[in-house]
C-alpha cells in the first residue's frame, strides 16, 4: 500500500490471545489523545445467527471464519477514504453484536488490533506497518483466563476448556504462524517498555507529518 501524508497511517498489531495487543494499542492511541483511531478485531465477531455456523453445536470463536472479515475491511477502506463507519459493538457475555453501533471518525493514524489481523491477506495488504507482540503461553493463558472472568463474566472452567479445545490449537495453527508477516515484533508483550517506546514516537512521527 502507497502511504502518504493526506491519507491515514495504518498500523496492524497481532498476537495471541492476552500477549499484550491491546495494551500496545492503548499506548499507541495514548501517544497522540484524539489522532489515533483503534479498531480492535474482536468487536467484528460474526452473530451468533450467521449462516456461517448453521448446524454447529460448538462455535469456534477462534478461528478465521469467525470474524466478519469483510466488513472490518470495508470499514478500513472508509476510513481511509476519509469517510466515518458505524462500528459493530459486541456484547462478550452473550457471544454476540448488540443492535447498537458506534460511529467512528476517520484519524490520521489506524491501529487494528486483534489475534488475525496478520492472517487475512485482504486485511494485511492494507496495512503500513505490521507489529506481533509476542508472550510466553503460560502469561498468556494467565491473563486471558483473568479477563475473561472479571470482564467478560466467564467462569474459569469455561476459559480453560475453551483455551484446551480452540484457542491454543487455533493459536499454533493460524495465529504464530502470522509473525512471520511482521515488520516489528514486540517480546514481552505490554512489559516491552522500549518497544512500546519505539511505536509510539513513531506515531508521533507519522502525525507530524501527515498534518
Request: glycine share 8%.
Amino acid at each position: 500500500m502507497t502511504t502518504g501524508a493526506s491519507r491515514p497511517y495504518i498500523i496492524g498489531v497481532a498476537g495471541g490471545t492476552g500477549s499484550g495487543k491491546s495494551t500496545v494499542a492503548r499506548a499507541m492511541a495514548a501517544a497522540a489523545p484524539g489522532q489515533v483511531l483503534v479498531l480492535p478485531q474482536d468487536v467484528y465477531y460474526r452473530r451468533s445467527s450467521d449462516p456461517y455456523f448453521e448446524g454447529r453445536s460448538v462455535i469456534n470463536w477462534d478461528e478465521p471464519g469467525a470474524f466478519d472479515t469483510p466488513l472490518l475491511v470495508e470499514h478500513l477502506d472508509r476510513l481511509v477514504a476519509g469517510e466515518p463507519v458505524e462500528r459493530p459493538l459486541y456484547d462478550f457475555e452473550a457471544s454476540d453484536r448488540l443492535p447498537e453501533t458506534l460511529r467512528l471518525e476517520p484519524a490520521p493514524v489506524v491501529v487494528v488490533e486483534g489475534i488475525l489481523v496478520l492472517h487475512e491477506p485482504d486485511l494485511r495488504r492494507r496495512l503500513d506497518l505490521k507489529v506481533f507482540v509476542d508472550a510466553p503461553p503460560d502469561e498468556r493463558f494467565i491473563r486471558r483466563l483473568e479477563r475473561d472472568v472479571s470482564e467478560r463474566g466467564r467462569s474459569a472452567q469455561s476459559v480453560i476448556d475453551q483455551y484446551r479445545n480452540t484457542v491454543k490449537p487455533m493459536h499454533d495453527v493460524y495465529v504464530q504462524p502470522t509473525k512471520q508477516y511482521a515488520d516489528l515484533i514486540v517480546p514481552e508483550g505490554g512489559r516491552n517498555l522500549a518497544a512500546i517506546e519505539v511505536l509510539m514516537n513513531h506515531v508521533k512521527a507519522r502525525i507530524g507529518q501527515w498534518q
